[in-house]
């Protein structure tokens, strides 16, 4: 299969998800720079990688969002592509609207880089086929703005939907208050849309997905595309 | 022709960099601060060829499109 990774000027984990996506996964990989306007049609799966895109002026992603390569991002998408966004990679999909609410600045106002557990609220995405639903991961987060929120509607239909795919815990699972590192609604910590083919997170998988690292809880996300590219049912 | 646009939190959304710039000025002596909610102001310089519905109309555009995330945030437009 062929894993694209888009790079905007300020994309800094483009380099962390293509080594995971080809040297991890031993999947054809290509980096794509975002002023071009190339047909996506050849990719099975877009990851859109975290980082500063353009030094988050005005708001994360905002200014992403109107990049060439957005448009097509769009189309591939709503083609029913499979497109992954992490960290800064989930603030551009909810610029461009393909993920509804707002990401805001954490709650504490900080900066917060370390480990957090999540609860993986559904496996029933091609991203997360491989975790067993309730399971609870460790996976870094590094970010300012990820404070999720959302009006109640909106909040009503991902509920509904089973649109809400991790969700901040404890070790053993309990999504409380003190488990929420960003002041998320519902401690989301990532969501996909109606088709299930777009995911958002904040968390960075790619940062723990091989064993040299100490945690390969993230793995399952990228073992997840390949197999339902590889195998799709 | 020149525009300001002010983008400022929709009421109900939490602004925690508001709250720490009133907790400051209370800190500092002004127990008369009820609240503080931190916006943006952008200055926009337009062809001077513009009318000004015109330019009402597009900055608004811009507003919409760019400057402001209508999830989250209002905005208005003067023209000067």
């Known amino acids: ?233 | 022709m020149k525009a300001k646009v002010f983008v400022t939190f929709k009421e109900g959304i939490l602004d925690p960099q508001g709250k720490a710039v009133q907790h400051s000025l209370e800190t500092i002596g002004f127990g008369e601060v009820l609240n503080v909610r931190q916006g943006k102001l952008f200055e926009v310089a337009l062809d001077d060829g513009l009318t000004k519905d015109d330019a009402k109309k597009k900055v608004t555009e811009m507003a919409e499109k760019l400057l402001a995330n209508p999830v989250m945030e209002n905005f208005e437009v003067v023209i000067e």
């Open chain 1, 1 to 233: 299969m062929k894993f694209g990774v888009i790079v905007f000027p300020g994309s800094n984990c483009d380099h962390d998800c293509y080594h995971v996506a080809k040297h991890v996964m031993g999947q054809e990989t290509d980096y794509i720079w975002h002023k071009g306007r190339p047909s996506l049609e050849s990719y099975d799966c877009v990851i859109i990688p975290g980082g500063f895109s353009y030094g988050d002026y005005l708001r994360p992603g905002a200014i992403a969002r109107y990049s060439p390569i957005t448009d097509e991002i769009k189309k591939y998408a709503e083609g029913g592509g499979l497109v992954i966004g992490i960290c800064n990679g989930f603030q551009i999909l909810i610029e461009t609207g393909l993920l509804p609410g707002v990401l805001m600045r954490n709650r504490s106002l900080k900066f917060i880089c370390e480990d957090v557990y999540l609860k993986v609220e559904s496996s029933d995405t091609p991203f997360t086929s491989e975790y067993s639903a309730d399971e609870v991961v460790k996976i870094p987060i590094a970010h300012h703005d990820g404070n999720y929120f959302a009006d109640m509607d909106t909040l009503k239909k991902l509920k509904q939907n089973n649109q809400i795919i991790f969700r901040y815990s404890t070790a053993d699972g309990e999504t409380s208050v003190e488990a929420n590192p960003n002041g998320s609604l519902l401690n989301i910590a990532g969501i996909c849309n109606e088709k299930r083919n777009v995911l958002g997170m904040m968390p960075h998988p790619e940062r723990c997905a091989e064993g040299i690292l100490g945690n390969e809880d993230g793995k399952k996300i990228f073992e997840s595309i390949v197999k339902r590219v590889m195998q799709p049912c």
